[in-house]
């Protein structure tokens, strides 16, 4: 079996300093769209479900660099972040928070749905583990095409690890050597419920090894540890197309969603974690490193803030559907047959 290099103390100054700007204004962008989402949510204007990513900022960002236009990406209900940093606008994911026409899922889906084929990012998916499986069938489709060199990119939380779609689709990627990086989020929570009551082996690594394929894991609160290791397994997935799969320990500062209590867990326990932020955590090193100021951080702060300010602006100008569409793409429309 490869195991993965597991690089938890990457030196800032081993990366250029726009890289490592880039990287904090990617995860400032994640990050100031979320608290305002929560902000809009308590206002009544964004409704269902809303499941905020605050705290894991520092996976998405250190991931979805290392991939390419030809690559697909799936992921969880808790994806905006995915979906922000894969292109997808930060308007057409307002406007589909909202409910708007002018969403990406045109207004359908929400906050757990948000999808954008021009970007093949193919969700969003509100099931537990509903998205390995389509992973599994991407890359599968990849492969008979074929499109040589591309690569599929499941995120999942750890969760999935108990369905039997996890274990389905670990199998049949391995069986078929199918390109695709499996990518588990553990955040240590499965809703409200700590890993080490689900599951017997908390080194999910192992289960994943299991099925024959290489694995990794790493401390998802550093956003250059995510992105060696991603770099690493995703070169690995490109070049040898047979999958991997990578655990990432990460976080979640707010509660499951926006419903939850939040009884399972300490109030202490989280503040602990609080110290750790990815955000923080990485401008702190890049300040000590002079390789950011200040100025850098209000400056990069004052453009994300911008831009989520003209994306509520476009949710809240949009349109909604009219009620005659209501069953468009939901029903087939009655042929001649059905008339007789």
């Not at 655990?247 to 926006?258: K, L, V």
């Not at 803030?305 to 009620?323: I, L, N, R, S």
Request: glycine share 10%; aromatic share 8%; with cysteine.
């Amino acid at each position: 079996m490869t195991t993965i290099d597991n690089p938890t103390g990457v030196d800032v100054t081993a990366y250029p300093r726009d890289f490592c700007l880039e990287r904090v204004r990617d995860m400032l962008r994640i990050r100031l769209m979320e608290e305002r989402c929560a902000q809009l949510y308590g206002e009544g204007k964004i409704r269902g479900f809303l499941h905020l990513y605050i705290g894991e900022e520092a996976v998405a960002a250190g991931v979805l660099p290392n991939l390419l236009p030809a690559d697909n990406v799936l992921a969880t209900y808790r994806e905006h972040a995915h979906a922000l940093l894969r292109g997808v606008s930060m308007q057409s994911i307002m406007a589909e928070m909202y409910g708007k026409q002018e969403g990406c899922s045109g207004g359908r889906g929400g906050s757990m749905h948000l999808f954008d084929r021009g970007t093949r990012f193919y969700g969003g998916n509100g099931i537990v583990g509903g998205g390995l499986p389509l992973a599994v069938g991407l890359a599968l489709a990849d492969k008979l095409a074929p499109r040589p060199g591309c690569v599929t990119v499941c995120f999942f939380g750890e969760g999935a690890i108990a369905e039997g779609a996890f274990h389905e689709s670990m199998n049949l990627a391995a069986l078929w050597k199918l390109p695709v990086l499996f990518i588990c989020e553990n955040n240590l929570y499965a809703m409200g419920t700590a890993l080490s009551r689900s599951e017997s082996q908390i080194d999910l690594t192992k289960k994943a090894a299991s099925y024959g394929m290489p694995t990794g894991h790493i401390n998802g609160m550093n956003v250059l540890s995510v992105h060696d290791a991603a770099r690493q397994a995703i070169a690995f997935v490109r070049e040898q197309q047979s999958p991997f799969f990578l655990e990432i320990h990460t976080y979640r500062f707010r509660a499951h969603s926006m419903f939850d209590a939040e009884l399972y867990r300490d109030k202490e326990e989280v503040e602990r974690w609080k110290k750790h932020g990815p955000i923080h955590g990485f401008t702190d090193r890049l300040k000590a490193a002079q390789m950011m100021t200040e100025a850098d951080f209000a400056q990069i702060e004052r453009a994300a803030a911008q831009e989520v300010d003209a994306a509520v602006a476009f949710a809240e100008a949009g349109t909604w559907e009219p009620v005659e569409r209501l069953l468009t793409d939901v029903t087939t429309p009655p042929g001649p047959e059905d008339r007789q």
